[in-house]
């Protein structure tokens, strides 16, 4: 489901798109709880579509899979720099340069 609702993003169906990520999350969370790489898997691409709607969602859910990775990983796993990275341009599209400086990396 996810992958149809990725392909539906990609060909511009953003109504469409959302609420087959949204089902598919939904069932994700349902049938495998202890999923966490996956269920976050689905948050970050439905916060990807949200943030290209211009909703405000995509910070909540972008940041809801920043606690999860440096929760389960630990601060340095690349894992929670990939979610670093997508909150700070989330935050860069909204204009909020001192949040964007607090989550940017340092060095590249």
């Known amino acids: ?14 109504d469409e798109s959302e609420t087959l ?41 972008s940041r809801e899979v920043l606690a999860s990775h440096e929760a389960r990983y630990g601060p340095d796993h690349p894992a929670v720099g990939s979610a670093l990275r997508n909150l700070a341009t989330i935050l860069i599209d909204r204009g909020s340069l001192e949040e964007r400086e607090r989550h940017s990396p340092r060095e590249m």
């Open 21 to 61: 990520m949204r089902r598919s999350l939904a069932l994700r969370r349902r049938v495998s709880p202890g999923d966490q790489y996956n269920i976050m898997r689905h948050v970050g691409q439905l916060g990807g579509l949200l943030g290209a709607r211009d909703i405000l969602a995509s910070e909540t859910l």
């Open 1 to 14: 489901m996810l992958c149809l609702a990725m392909a539906l993003r990609t060909k511009g169906a953003l």
